[in-house]
Structure formats: structure tokens, C-alpha cells
């Protein structure tokens, strides 16, 4: 009789032990998927800023080129090509902006989001100028605009790291 009261208890033992370990490698599991979900979270965030910045500045020069053109001759091959060029930037920049917003899923990141499309649209506005001058001050808001969006992403990417 003792011999299956102590086997009894070994099973229930054993049988303990293997419900301990299966929970603690189902917690272990739980955070690392956890982790691996942050991390490629933080990885979307970082390459739909960089790519937000990097057409930004393409879609910036490309308005002083469209501008320039524009004011320069106007109807030629040359103010034609920087019409498209810049339209093609601008729906690529626009795509960047959704982008952004589709990966953003914390307020900060949502609030750059917002800041991109800010910038967007101040862009869009150099051709609105009305002289050299102002299509200068149009383009230093856009660009101030553009190192505030990349200096607060960087502190928003720092602080997910954590």
C-alpha cells in the first residue's frame, strides 16, 4: 500500500512539475512574441519616417525646380518636366503620409503622422508663392518643418526602444 501511495504521489508530483514548466514556457513564449512584436512595430515606425523625410526633401526641391521653371519659361519641355516630376513626388509623399498613419498606433507616433502631413502641405505651397523671395520663406518652413518632424521622430524611436 505504501509503495502506491509514494507512486502516487510521484505521478502527481511529475505531473505538477510539467504544468509549472508549461506555464513558465508559455510566459516566456508570451514575451517574447511580445518583444518580436514591438520590435517590428518600432522597425515599421523607423522606415516609414525615413521614407517620409527622404521624399519630403525630394518633393521640396522639386517645387523650387517647378517654380523656377515655371517663372523662367513657362511653357517648355523644361517647366513640363518639373510639372510631372513634382506631381510624382507629391502622390508619393501623400502615400508616405498614409503610411505613416497606418503604422502609427501610439499617440506620439499618431502625432507625427500629423506633423507629416503638415509638412505636405507647406510644401505643396512654395508653387503658390508669388516671387523668388517667397518661394525661398515657403521652402525654409517646409525645411525647418521637415528637421523638427525628424528630430521629434528620433525621440519618439528613442523613447519605443525602451
Request: with cysteine; charged share 30%; hydrophobic share 45%.
Amino acid at each position: 500500500m505504501l509503495g502506491i501511495i509514494a507512486s502516487a504521489i510521484a505521478v502527481m508530483g511529475t505531473l505538477l512539475g510539467v504544468a509549472v514548466a508549461h506555464r513558465y514556457q508559455e510566459r516566456i513564449a508570451a514575451r517574447s512574441a511580445a518583444r518580436a512584436d514591438r520590435e517590428r512595430g518600432h522597425q515599421r515606425l523607423l522606415d516609414a519616417c525615413a521614407d517620409f523625410i527622404a521624399l519630403a526633401e525630394d518633393y521640396r526641391r522639386a517645387q523650387y525646380d517647378r517654380w523656377t521653371s515655371q517663372h523662367s519659361v513657362p511653357d517648355s519641355d523644361v517647366a513640363l518636366a518639373a510639372r510631372t516630376e513634382s506631381y510624382r513626388l507629391y502622390v508619393e509623399v501623400r502615400s508616405s503620409v498614409f503610411r505613416l498613419r497606418l503604422v502609427a498606433v501610439d499617440p506620439q507616433a499618431q502625432h507625427l503622422a500629423e506633423h507629416a502631413a503638415e509638412i505636405q502641405v507647406r510644401t505643396r505651397e512654395i508653387f503658390f508663392a508669388t516671387d523668388r523671395a517667397d518661394m525661398l520663406g515657403r521652402g525654409e518652413v517646409a525645411e525647418l518643418a521637415c528637421e523638427a518632424f525628424a528630430d521629434r521622430a528620433r525621440e519618439v524611436l528613442a523613447a519605443g526602444e525602451q
